[in-house]
């Protein structure tokens, strides 16, 4: 979708709404967000030639919403999201994809950008419950979801619909024509990872299609399908239960997603299944998360990029899957794995340290068919392990109410075949703030 073609539709839009009647709604009923984050990432790797990756980086972000405006029986509306950051300091010839990198990633030859930027704008249109968006798109779904892990949001350009005139259902149809990754000023091509995002026009958009269903107040279920022609379609299946006890919530779920190769596979044949199953028990200030995973099927990834990339999918830009309940930097998405996970998090306000609140996370995979990725005979002796420990505190009273704080610390091990293991750490620290107006 070219941005010049939407942004003369969003000013004919304005011009049309300045006629109408009810454009008071359209100022009355807006909000717009200044939004800060301060930034810190430090990884070193310990069998890498190249050990250090990080960067200390600042952004700014306006995200202004309008209200709604009548036109006959249809209300218009439009979103704008601009988004800017720039680097204070940082190991700036490694590339950590936070910000743009021009070079080789690895190699330490290259440089990141001393800053970069982006901004989208949404039109919308509602009737009843249902919502048309057409132009920046920031999906929250089990096919395609958007990035707020790094500094700038991963994003989207295209079309989409949600309704909710279904009693107790949502209805999804959407195509996406690009995406914006988080390190990226421009929309780029839907490619898969390893490789990176590049603009050679073989790929058309993804098309989404999905359903939410509610069926009482304990059940609910989701099934999405997505394609990206001539590289994979996607089918997903979701469960849900929850509880209404006052004293011990319990919320569990099993979620299974199927992946195949598209048209005319330009990524090579995929065969792959994730079965995943977690429940979340909280009880006053303590909540415990225990999940299983299993990654089955045959391949894929190209033959010709096989060492390194993973069984399940994963969009090029470093798209995240949270809807895999064992995601994280290790992912444990390679052939075969299976895992286990277990979180537990306590909020700090019983102690009279209220807004503070601390997550402990820790995931094993094992039986990885990690002779796969070097072409040799399957074993399936590969393992790895990840431990994650964060710190949150949000301010809740006074002048700064509503800053936050973050420390996350992550600590990853992978073993192969041969028994030699490729560790990482990495330390996240990140200050954010809004201010409405």
């Not at 001539?230 to 209404?244: A, E, M, P, S």
């Not at 999940?291 to 990029?305: K, L």
């Not at 995931?363 to 074993?379: C, F, I, P």
């Amino acid at each position: 979708m070219h941005y010049q073609t939407l942004w003369i539709t969003v000013v004919c839009v304005i011009a049309t709404i300045g006629t109408t009647t009810t454009f008071a709604n359209f100022i009355e009923d807006s909000q717009t967000q200044l939004k800060f984050k301060n930034f810190y990432l430090d990884r070193r790797y310990d069998s890498t030639p190249v050990k250090n990756f990080g960067s200390w980086s600042q952004a700014v972000t306006v995200d202004a919403k309008s209200g709604y405006a009548k036109l006959g029986s249809i209300q218009l509306g439009i979103d704008v999201l601009a988004q800017h950051a720039f680097r204070l300091d940082g190991h700036d010839r490694n590339a950590d994809w936070v910000l743009p990198y021009n070079g080789t990633p690895g190699t330490g030859t290259g440089k990141q950008e001393r800053q970069f930027g982006k901004i989208g704008a949404t039109l919308k249109a509602k009737v009843n419950q249902t919502e048309l968006r057409i132009g920046e798109i920031l999906p929250v779904t089990p096919v395609i979801y958007f990035d707020p892990s790094r500094q700038l949001l991963t994003t989207y350009n295209g079309v989409w619909l949600e309704s909710k005139d279904l009693k107790n259902s949502k209805l999804t149809l959407g195509y996406l024509d690009s995406i914006n990754a988080r390190y990226e000023n421009q929309p780029m091509d839907f490619g898969l990872w390893p490789r990176a995002l590049n603009n050679d026009g073989r790929i058309k958009g993804m098309y989404v299609a999905g359903i939410d269903h509610q069926f009482n107040q304990h059940w609910s279920t989701s099934y999405f399908y997505s394609d990206i022609k001539d590289i994979y379609h996607q089918n997903f299946l979701g469960v849900n239960y929850k509880n209404n006890d006052e004293k011990l919530k319990i919320d569990s779920h099993l979620r299974f997603f199927n992946n195949a190769e598209s048209g005319d596979a330009l990524y090579g044949d995929i065969d792959n299944q994730a079965l995943s199953f977690a429940s979340t028990f909280a009880y006053g200030s303590h909540r415990i998360g225990l999940s299983y995973q299993q990654m089955f099927g045959d391949h894929g990834r190209d033959a010709s990029a096989k060492t390194g990339a993973p069984l399940f999918p994963t969009l090029a830009g470093f798209v995240p899957q949270p809807y895999l309940d064992n995601w994280s930097v290790a992912g444990f998405i390679r052939k075969d794995e299976k895992s286990v996970g277990v979180t537990y998090s306590y909020d700090f306000t019983d102690l009279g340290i209220k807004g503070l609140t601390q997550t402990t996370k820790y995931w094993y995979g094992w039986g990885v068919d990690s002779a796969y990725e070097s072409n040799q005979a399957l074993t399936g002796k590969g393992k790895e392990k990840e431990f994650n420990f964060m710190l949150n505190y949000v301010v809740p009273e006074g002048k700064l109410k509503g800053m936050g704080f973050q420390w996350l610390y992550i600590d990853v091990d992978y073993q192969n075949i041969t028994g030699q293991s490729s560790d990482l750490q990495e330390h996240r620290l990140a200050t954010t703030y809004t201010y409405t107006f």
